[in-house]
């Protein structure tokens, strides 16, 4: 037991440094009025007719997007199912895209494909010979909505897909051979047993889309802010006010906290007994005898069309926005963003974000997969639900608190000696390294303990069995989440937000920079190679064999 | 009543089940016996109308049920994993066959029936694997079909509760004069449990007949060998008389019932190890090992290098190794072709 609390002493240090001593100062920050404690600043926030909207609007929409994610995200999920057709793996795997692209590049990829002179309403307006753009979504509500329901559709599809293929293929038969009709079978049998999984479903993205940030700040616009952005606004916006910032931070905490502990008693609901061994049978699409399932073409189409569009666009873009100097195609804009030069917009040069999403990534992925291991290791270890509490309570903490945490923490001595990446390093160890753990630690407690013993009775130290048999026996898992970290680093706009500054810029902040200062050649560009590095990095993750999903968003 | 006439099913490049026929009289419990994978769970879900065949036809009460869907077929399946909703409590599966107003009343009936009064409002995580199999049955029973298909419903029970179980379910179906199809690897539960035993190999019916003709006359060596401890030597049949047979073995006639063979076929000599008594007669065996069981000494032996299996009630020490034995019947089986 001794060796495991000696253990625990490293992870504890890091955390207490990095993130509960940050996290202690910005409650300090938002509660103390004239040198004393106090909740009035939290109360009176909360009086505020602003803020009062900002809590409505995160709420209400993310209560839209999880159920128009559920509406489109059902179909698919049951598509993918119950037919067979060409390219069925390959549909599959494209559900795993929203795990791990990264948000600002769908809030691009909305504004290059449906915004008023984006390529949805130029193809319209060629069509019906109009003047007018006939869609007009941008900076709206339904924007918001719909960007979200876009990202989150296939985590449901997903989770559907994953609870159907998983249940007994003999219940909807028995429910056959006792009388009942296929209608009566799907409603009274096959949709009970999917519920569990679609309430946990709708929880995880009514969740994410509560803590998103880069889409409400890039879609919304002011008007349509989140909480979060209102904790951004608040710290780095035209007026700072961190004690605000500070306070509306704890509220965002509160609901946090609520929603994480909702979704984790949603996802321990109803038992389902799991698989007789039998796969659930699939019907093939195109059959003569039923050309009713060509029906499925009237989903398939439109939802196709909403989930490449806007991938299609940035990619489209990238080559043919128009440049200066030549016409499309054209390769100025990478030129432009392997620039070294100065970009007052960015207040660093574009390859310089480059480098630093590169460095950042490979820093942080480093540390979490050390932090990630120590702290598997530790609970392993130690059967405790209060070390476990504190050993992953960044998960439970959203990027924008942690961002604002680290901000305040990282202007001061210790930490203020380290140079503004190591910030966001930090700041992207401690978001990642949860999902380490989660990734190898089901691994880790299925191995033989006898494994190390016989290491150990062969002359093997401690440290000498783990590096020699443990480690490569968690090699894949170890691999797929070192993966995961990277690109999930790759893609991390928020935290970066609060705290990048002159010189201080990475991949996704640049795109942003270039969507507000409407610069969309050089947006997409980079949005493209970010996209690329990191479909490269999730392939990796996914040949090293996907395991788990969970609470994942850049 | 059902019949199934000339049924073939493919999967892919393999014969699940080549026509096979088979007919269940009224009241009749008929189990489909042989090895896994010899396609007798794909018969039954033809029955039930889970699988179309690529050939053949299914008939239920004389009329045909080929082409109609599950839900109309009134055939009553118990499944392996039971299947049963874990949604619903115990009335809710078993009541989800019914229709009307007196459901309740029914759910009622059979529940105390299955020996179950009381477990209605349980879920099914919260029975025991044998209450579990009792609801699947109830709920099967229910809607009174008219043919009941059971596959291996036991399977997932232990040693003990599965002998217990399997005597109350035969008793059960014999009261309601219930039509049944019972599926199973397990020959002890097909002997004790059929009123008649149809043995399946690869897709193919084999031999049909009550569990007492199938273990004293299999007709295959694979029914002989799969019900039960079987010797199987290769010999020729020299004489005939009537329905006996004198077939030469290693040089030495033995007499045996004579079946279908006639004079100068190659046969198999079939006899079981209690068919053989030993300690007396005109053999002499080499002992290669013999193992306590309680009840009883199981010899493994040699006849002329032939292998030998027989079984004494007592055990003399036998001098040198050897032992001699008598053969009390034998009979003479077509090696399968």
New interface residues.
Partial sequence: MGAGWALALLPLLFLGLAFFWPLLDVLRLGLERDGRLTGERVLGLLSDPYVRRLLLFTLGQAALSALLALVLGFPLGWFLTRYRFPGRTLLRSVTIVPFVLPSITVALGFVLFFGRSGYLNRFLMDLLGLREPPIRVLYTLWAVVLAHAFYNAPVVARFVNASWEGADPSLPEAARTLGAGPLRTFLTVTLPLLLPSVLSALALVFVLCTLSFSIPLALGGARYATVEVGVYLYARGVLVDFPRAAALAMVTLVLSLALTYLHLRAGGGLAVPQRGGRPVPRLPLFSRKRPIRALWLLYLLPAALVFLGPIGAIVADSFLHPAPGGAPPTLHWYRMIVSPAWNPFLESSPWGAVRTSLLVAAGATALALLLGLSVAAVLRRIRSRLLETLLMAPLAVSSVVLGLALLLAFRRPPLSALGGEWAIVVAHTLIVYPFVVRAIRPLWEGLDPALVEAARTLGAGPLRAFRTVTLPLLGRGVLAAGAFAFALSLGEMTAVAMLSGPGVMTMPMAIYSFLASRDFGAASAMATLLMAVTALVAWGWDWAGSRWLGRTRA | MLELVGLWKRFGGVTAVADFSLTVPQGELLALLGPSGCGKTTVLRIV???EKPDAGRVLLGGRDATPW???R?????V???Y?L???LSVAGNVA??L?GADRRKRVRQILELVGLSGYERRKP?ELSAGQQQRVALA??LA?APEVLLLDEPLSALDAALRKELRGELRALLKRLGMTALYVTHDQEEALALADRVAVMREGRLEQIAPPAELYHRPQTPFVASFLGRANLWPGRVVSVDGDRAGVEVAGERIPAERGEAREGDEVLLFFRPEWAKIGEGPFTAEVESAEYLGDRWEVRARFRGLPLVLISGKWASLPGGQAIFSIERAQAIHPAL
């Fill in positions: 039930a109308g889970l869907p599950p839900e077929r009134g055939v009553g399946l499944f392996q994993s299947a909703f874990p949604h989800y066959g229709r995580h709920r099967a809607p």
